[in-house]
Every structure is written in structure tokens, then in C-alpha cells.
């Protein structure tokens, strides 16, 4: 080929590149620009957008908003001082938070009884470590890294378009998230920037929006939610990194460990399925991807995650036994639209939260006493994956690791 043409075709090929990156560089500084301004009475305000009388008389007592009036009963005198007396234990706990920890029975047979809801936004960051967390991160890049993150997410984050979809499609039914541009949804977009900034390995990935809307109801504080996603993530106990790395590779390492545990401990519901070749991504991905988040009614789902802060990452494929074995006669008698229909729609469904809670606690010690309630571990490789995932990291950023099984959420970085 002439030398000239050559020149001049990758000369055209690198203007192109860079008129490129120009775009994407001005859209991420525009959607970056809308949060920083908030909600302004220029914006298209759809009618479910904006507050009025009925919105309360239509929201429950976690913040959803329904389509229909919610019929308010007062609780009785009993019911009411039941509440307040578990209340009370609690706060003494938490103000003995270590004391607690080293009486573990008590702390635990609290935790399964359920979190008082007014309590989980003081209990949740305990159990998460997220003082811990932050001061251990500082020890290594200095104060101020959750800012750091921010700021370096609008220079180069290539994530920003796909985190500004999901923000506007993140609990669009939760008083908090419901106005567009709203202080949560600002708060939600600037922490799922500045993680995508913080952990390069993941960036942002969907399914990551819920777990911090979940985090930011109860924790509120950006840089509070920031820290639970970072110990979410990369904690030991939790280790949900790898649902979200390219190519989720914990999520199909609980869809087989799930099959495993299935055709072991409900043997009945596992060849009904595997006849109809209902098989477990059809209803079992979203239950390991959010931790049963949407899936569950939400007031069984923090009593799931209240279990899961605590006892770890065991929960996720404990309870998806635990589901199956709860509705075992119903689904044995189903067809594959049938088992379909109520697998998607529990949510929705009225269900026997204690009964569960049981079943759940029960799965759970047999997986224990037989050593199967924690995943096979994967080769070395694919835990820390360094032909690929780690290489992905920049040269200025190195991931600190403790042992060889588990990665801590500690990170030396640069801005």
C-alpha cells in the first residue's frame, strides 16, 4: 500500500477515535451536570412524579408507593409494647456492639427474629464493617477517597450513560426515588460513578443499582452506602465481586452448586423441574444476583438480608432451597407456565414470612452439618483471575490480598 495512503488512513483512523471519545467525554460531563443541578421546575414532571394527598394515603410503612389506598390499622396496645421492648434490647445491643459480638448466640438469635426496621440504618453498617472499611482504605490512599472516586468517575467513567438508564428505572415506586433527579437519585447515581471508578474489575454492572438503593434507604449518607457496596463486594464474608465481573462467575457457580443441593435435599421438586426442563436460571438468577431483592415481598427480604449481613454468603443458596421446599406441594403439581408464574410473582404474594424464616434456618444447619453450604471453591485462577481480571486494573492500582480465597475491599489507587 502507498505510504502516503497509509499515513493519511491512520491519520483518519485516530481523528475518528478521538472525535469519539470528545462525544463521549461531553455527554458524561452533560448527565454528570444534571445530577450536580438536582430537580428543576423545567423538567418534565410526569403525574406519578409528584407528591399529593393520596401519594400517602397509598404508601406503606417502607416508603412504596401502591396504586391503590393502604388500609391504615392501628397497632394494638400489646403489639405496640412487644415492638418497643425489641426495640429497647436492640439499642442496648448496639450500643454494646462489641460485648454483643463476643456473645454470638444472643446477636444471632436476634438477627433471625428480624432487625427492628427503625434500627437497620444503625444495626446494617455494624455488621458491614464500614468504619473498619474506610479507615483501612485511608491507611493506604489518604482521606477523602470516596470523593477522589467521584470526581475522577466524571473525567473518565465509562459507565455513566448506562448508570444514568438505571438510576431512572431503580425503585421508581420508593418515595425516596421516585422524582427524577431527586436528592436519593443523586445520591444513588454519584455512589454506583464513584465505585465504577473505585473497583475497575466490576466498574458498574446492572443489578448493582438495587443493592445501593437498598444501602441508601437505610444508611442515607452517600459515602455510607459507598463503603457497603465496596464491603458487599470485596468483603470476606459477602464476596459478591465475581456476580458482577464479566461473565458473572459466581452466579453460575450458585446455579450449579444450586442444582447440586437441589436434586440432593428435594429430590421430588428436582426431577418434576428437570422433566419439564425448567432449569434454575429461569427463576434462580436475580435470587443470587440482588440476594432475593424484588423477589421477595420486601419486608421478607430485609429479614433475608438482615440474615445474609450476619451469616454471610451461605444465605443465598440456603434460601433458595428453602424456597423450594416451602412451596414443594404446589410446585410438583405445576407445569412449566405454572411454575413460572409463581416463582416470578413471589413478590407479590402473601407469604408465611416466619414459616420461611424456619424453613431457612433449617437448610441451613443440614448444609452445615454435610458441609455443602458454601460454594465449591473455583481454582485459584478464576478467584483472583489474574490472565485477565486483574490485568484489566491499571498499573497504579493494586488489589491487597490477605490469603488465597478472599479478597479484602482494600485498594491502593491514584486519582
Known amino acids: 500500500m502507498d505510504p502516503a495512503l497509509l ?46 394527598f393520596s401519594h400517602y394515603q397509598r404508601k406503606d410503612e417502607y416508603g412504596f408507593i401502591h396504586e391503590k389506598p393502604i388500609p391504615m390499622e392501628p397497632m394494638d396496645k400489646k403489639a405496640l409494647e412487644k415492638k ?19 456473645e454470638p448466640e444472643e446477636l444471632r438469635t436476634r438477627i433471625w427474629k428480624g432487625c427492628p426496621d427503625s434500627l437497620r440504618g444503625h444495626i446494617w453498617p455494624l455488621m458491614l464493617r464500614i468504619r473498619e472499611i474506610k479507615r483501612e482504605n485511608e491507611k493506604i490512599n489518604g482521606p477523602n477517597i470516596y470523593e477522589k472516586m467521584k470526581e475522577k468517575a466524571r ?14 428505572r431503580t425503585y421508581r415506586n420508593h418515595e425516596m426515588f421516585q422524582l427524577k433527579y431527586g436528592v436519593m437519585q443523586q445520591k444513588l447515581f454519584y455512589v454506583l460513578a464513584a465505585y465504577s471508578m473505585f473497583n475497575k474489575e466490576v466498574g458498574y454492572c446492572q443489578g448493582m443499582a438495587n443493592v445501593v438503593a437498598l444501602m441508601l434507604m437505610y444508611l442515607h449518607e452517600e459515602e455510607d452506602a459507598f463503603w457497603a457496596l465496596s464491603s458487599l463486594l470485596r468483603g470476606e464474608r459477602y464476596l459478591m465481586n465475581d456476580f458482577f465481573t464479566p461473565r458473572l462467575p459466581k452466579l453460575f457457580r450458585c446455579l450449579d452448586h444450586h442444582m447440586v443441593l437441589r436434586k440432593k435435599f428435594i429430590p421430588s421438586v428436582h426431577k418434576h423441574m428437570k422433566k419439564l426442563q425448567y432449569e434454575p436460571t429461569l427463576y434462580a438468577t436475580k435470587w443470587f444476583l440482588q440476594c432475593y431483592l424484588d423477589k421477595l415481598p420486601f419486608s421478607l427480604a430485609l429479614r433475608v438480608w438482615d ?62 452439618r454435610q458441609r455443602m453450604s458454601h460454594l465449591p471453591k473455583p481454582a485459584i485462577i478464576e478467584e483472583l483471575n ?9 498499573s497504579n492500582k493494586k488489589i491487597v490480598v490477605r490469603n488465597t480465597n478472599h479478597f479484602i475491599p482494600v485498594y491502593e489507587t491514584t486519582v
Open 7 to 52: 499515513a493519511r488512513a491512520n491519520f483518519d483512523s485516530s481523528s475518528f477515535d478521538a472525535e469519539k471519545e470528545r462525544e463521549k467525554a461531553e455527554e458524561r460531563e452533560r448527565i454528570f451536570e444534571r445530577y450536580t443541578q438536582g430537580r428543576s421546575r423545567t423538567d418534565d414532571i410526569e403525574p406519578w412524579e409528584e407528591p399529593s
Open 84 to 102: 418497643q421492648i425489641k426495640e429497647k434490647k436492640w439499642l442496648r445491643m448496639k450500643e454494646q456492639w462489641e460485648k454483643s459480638r463476643r
Open 386 to 394: 489474574p490472565s485477565e481480571s486483574l490485568s484489566t486494573l491499571p
Open 155 to 168: 473525567r473518565k467513567s465509562p459507565d455513566i450513560r448506562q448508570i444514568d438508564l438505571d438510576v431512572h
Open 307 to 368: 440474615i445474609f449481613l450476619y451469616e454471610g454468603e451461605e444465605i443465598e443458596t440456603a434460601m433458595a432451597i428453602a424456597l423450594l421446599r416451602t412451596f414443594k406441594k404446589t410446585l410438583i403439581k405445576s407445569n412449566d407456565e405454572q411454575l413460572n408464574e409463581f416463582l416470578s410473582r413471589l413478590a407479590e404474594s402473601q407469604l408465611e414470612e416466619e414459616k420461611i424464616i424456619d424453613n431457612l434456618s433449617e437448610v441451613l444447619s443440614e448444609l452445615r
